[in-house]
């Protein structure tokens, strides 16, 4: 008897156990909310209802997308959720968005966006294909009117803390593929992105005002810088990082608007940059507002037939906006450059072209290697150009270096 009411109580127990976990833990299926994947029913309805549950919810959640073809209108996946937590975003299958403009208004950024959440894990496998293909020819004309003048961003994060952003495939966006913005502790690994080339303003990564952003292993072929790193970015480590076709790896453009922050604190390392127009390039607008970017180390960086691979461009300009002749007024201080090598289509594989009013201050080249491979059969070898760069050198060069002591 007492050990029938021994074991009917560890049952119980055990009962009560596995019901506590249930109710813990649950994953809410777009498809169980009526989306549908046959690529032509719009499901962003379906998508925001399994988002609301979800995020509503006391415990674990998992918002799935599951395997299939999900044609969707843009979409936010807003917080704060549950306990300051955020279900688990699992996307498996591929999101395809209007390929048409009319889709995004005017005042719209992003054609998915994810904003005010904490604890965000973003995963699956799957692709967000952006579409961009009918807008590409039209820009920038087409971007008139629209928010900052500029094209639907595939997935924007905006003020989101402690994220994780992981195996999934960004696919001819047609703005930035993902723009990283007011946020802090965010690391995006794994994933790769891909659209032409020639498909322009299509930066791969774009980061404004974040603290602690890691970005590693990750492939970007594209049409605009692989990865640019904006006004307020602070903390900002980069590795394993292989781009190409783009226009290299960046920071900036910065001085564009007035009372910008200053960027501080960044690392790119071990990083592989092929065919694109840059390799590691820092750009600030002519005529630009006061402002600071300090203690930069680009080390570990293999350039393959790029042109410009080490590029500060203090006088940015862009043909289709204001272009002033006026110097930055953007200070670059400590700015390293460290084991450097492999191929230059241009002639000058080292180009320093800082402000007459704040000269490049702390600048340092450690072990240069590059030699050119362009077409130009004049060409005997590769040469530096410097304007402004205050620095020093160390360890082998090539080209010679033209810093100023
Ligand atoms: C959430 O769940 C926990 C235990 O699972 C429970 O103690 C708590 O009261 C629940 N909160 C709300 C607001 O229902
Ligand atoms: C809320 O979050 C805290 C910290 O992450 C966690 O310890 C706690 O168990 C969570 N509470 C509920 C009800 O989920
Ligand atoms: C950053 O976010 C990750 C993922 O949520 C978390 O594990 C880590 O503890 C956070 N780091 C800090 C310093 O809060
Ligand atoms: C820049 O900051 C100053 C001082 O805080 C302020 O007066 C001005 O309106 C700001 N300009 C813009 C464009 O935000
Ligand atoms: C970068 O490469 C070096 C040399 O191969 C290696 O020791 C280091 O661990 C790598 N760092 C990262 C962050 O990948
Ligand atoms: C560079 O572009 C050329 C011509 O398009 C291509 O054949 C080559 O594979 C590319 N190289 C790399 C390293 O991507
Ligand atoms: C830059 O690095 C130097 C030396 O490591 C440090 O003293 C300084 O505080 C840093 N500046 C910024 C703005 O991070
Ligand atoms: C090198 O880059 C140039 C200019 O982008 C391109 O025209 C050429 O095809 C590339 N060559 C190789 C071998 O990839």
């Not at 961009?132 to 920038?140: F, K, Y």
């Not at 774009?206 to 072929?221: D, G, R």
């Not at 694109?276 to 402002?291: A, C, E, H, L, Q």
């Amino acid at each position: 008897m007492k050990i029938d009411m021994a074991i009917k109580m560890v049952f119980m127990a055990f009962l009560a156990m596995n019901m506590v976990r249930t109710s813990l833990c649950k994953d809410f299926y777009v498809t169980d909310y009526g989306a549908i994947p046959d690529g032509k029913t719009e499901n962003s309805e379906a998508f925001l209802k399994a988002w609301e549950e979800s995020c509503a919810y006391n415990g674990s959640a998992k918002f799935i997308v599951p395997k299939g073809t999900f044609f969707l209108y843009p979409v936010t996946f807003a917080g704060p959720c549950y306990n300051h937590s955020s279900p688990k975003v699992v996307i498996q299958g591929t999101l395809n968005a209007p390929s048409d403009l009319k889709q995004f208004p005017a005042t719209r950024m992003a054609w998915i966006e994810f904003r005010v959440l904490s604890k965000l894990v973003v995963n699956g496998g799957g692709i967000i294909n952006g579409q961009g293909h009918q807008v590409w020819p039209c820009v920038p004309r087409c971007g008139a009117g629209r928010k900052s003048n500029k094209m639907p961003i595939n997935i924007l994060f905006s003020q989101v803390h402690d994220t994780i952003i992981t195996d999934i495939h960004s696919v001819d966006s047609k703005g930035v593929h993902l723009k990283i913005q007011r946020s802090l502790n965010v690391t995006v690994h794994n994933i790769d992105i891909t659209a032409p080339g020639n498909s322009p303003n299509t930066d791969g990564i774009y980061s404004s005002l974040t603290n602690f952003l890691t970005l590693t292993n990750i492939n970007i072929k594209t049409g605009d810088d692989c990865i640019a790193i904006g006004q307020g970015c602070t903390n900002v480590f980069i590795a394993n990082i292989h781009c190409g076709p783009g226009h290299g790896i960046s920071v900036g453009s910065l001085g564009a608007h007035e009372n910008e922050s200053n960027v501080a604190g960044l690392v790119v390392k071990n990083c592989t940059v092929s065919n694109t127009t840059n390799g590691v390039r820092i750009k600030t607008w002519g005529g630009s507002k006061p402002g600071k970017a300090s203690n930069i180390t680009f080390e570990n960086i293999l350039m393959k037939n790029v042109s410009n691979p080490i590029i500060i461009d203090q006088g940015y300009c862009q043909k289709y906006k204001r272009c002033s002749n006026a110097p930055s007024l953007i200070q670059l201080e400590n700015i390293k450059y460290k084991n450097i090598r492999g191929t230059s289509f241009d002639e000058v594989g080292v180009s320093f072209e800082c402000s007459k009013v704040v000269p490049c201050k702390g600048v340092s080249l450690e072990d240069i290697d590059l030699k050119y491979v362009g077409d130009d059969e004049a060409v005997t070898s590769i040469t530096s150009s410097c304007t402004f760069a205050l620095g020093k050198t160390m360890g082998f060069q090539n080209p010679n270096p033209c810093l100023s002591s």
